[in-house]
């Protein structure tokens, strides 16, 4: 069985530059989980997904930031026009059945902006 | 909201020695914990999970938790660490009423000494 994946694995921008993220979940897990881990901390919730629904993406910061998966398979994180303060690693993962169950994690993009 | 807390940001132990690993979980109700470990380089994996029922959880490479609802707390343990157990461990809490949204804590970095 396939993992999560994640690409790319490493992206450098500068200030204002946008960047996407894609990740491709295991198949048949309908819960989709972006989050954002900077260095020493753990990863913090950005938005999730049931099948191609939006569940909760209040940790979004909505101006620069969004997510999408169009047919609830894939999805694609943006950031508009990155600040420093977003360097960190993004973390996709996937479950079946919600937070009862194991998240699967992808390696991550690890993300500087200089 | 749940939240987590990891009181020990790094914790060294000695090859061979036992370990203990604090976590604590706020939540109103009986929730969902779980113990996430990231190796070097690697993306996070599932130790164990607790779902109600028995308070002692075991995991795989020989890795237990408790579950303490009057503690509010999650510790895990080992009784003989290994030089490979040199990682990172997320404590993470989810809703026991089902729903999808899971919280980490901040980890615990785990060095191991010869």
């Known amino acids: 069985e396939a993992g999560v994946t994640q690409s790319p694995r490493y992206a450098v921008l500068q200030e204002g530059q946008a960047v996407s993220f894609w990740c491709d979940p295991i198949?048949?897990?309908?819960?989709l989980y972006w989050y954002q881990q900077p260095r020493d901390q753990g990863p913090q919730l950005l938005v999730y997904?049931?099948?191609?629904?939006?569940?909760?993406n209040s940790q979004l910061p909505s101006d620069r930031f969004s997510a999408v998966r169009p047919k609830g398979t894939n999805s694609t994180l943006k950031i508009q026009s990155a600040k420093q303060g977003d360097t960190a690693t993004y973390l996709c993962?996937?479950?079946f059945g919600g937070g009862r169950d194991e998240q699967y994690f992808g390696p991550g993009t690890r993300l500087t902006v200089l | 909201a749940q939240s987590v807390t990891q009181p020990d940001a790094r914790v060294t132990v000695s090859e061979g020695a036992s370990l203990q690993l604090r976590c604590k979980y706020s939540?109103?109700?009986?929730?969902?914990l779980f113990w996430y470990v990231q190796y070097p380089r690697q993306g996070l994996q599932l130790l164990l999970k607790?779902?109600?029922?028995?308070?002692v959880v075991q995991g795989v490479n020989g890795f237990e938790a408790e579950f303490s609802k009057s503690n509010s707390s999650f510790h895990l343990r080992k009784a003989s660490v290994h030089w490979s157990d040199w990682a990172v461990y997320f404590c993470?809490?989810?809703?026991?009423?089902?729903?999808?949204?899971?919280?980490f804590g901040s980890g615990t970095r785990l060095l191991v000494s010869p």
């Open positions: 993962a996937s479950s």
């Open positions: 939540y109103f109700g009986t929730p969902y």
């Open positions: 607790y779902y109600p029922g028995d308070p």
């Open positions: 997904f049931r099948d191609e629904a939006v569940i909760d």
């Open positions: 993470a809490v989810s809703p026991g009423t089902g729903g999808y949204k899971v919280v």
């Open positions: 198949s048949g897990h309908d819960t």
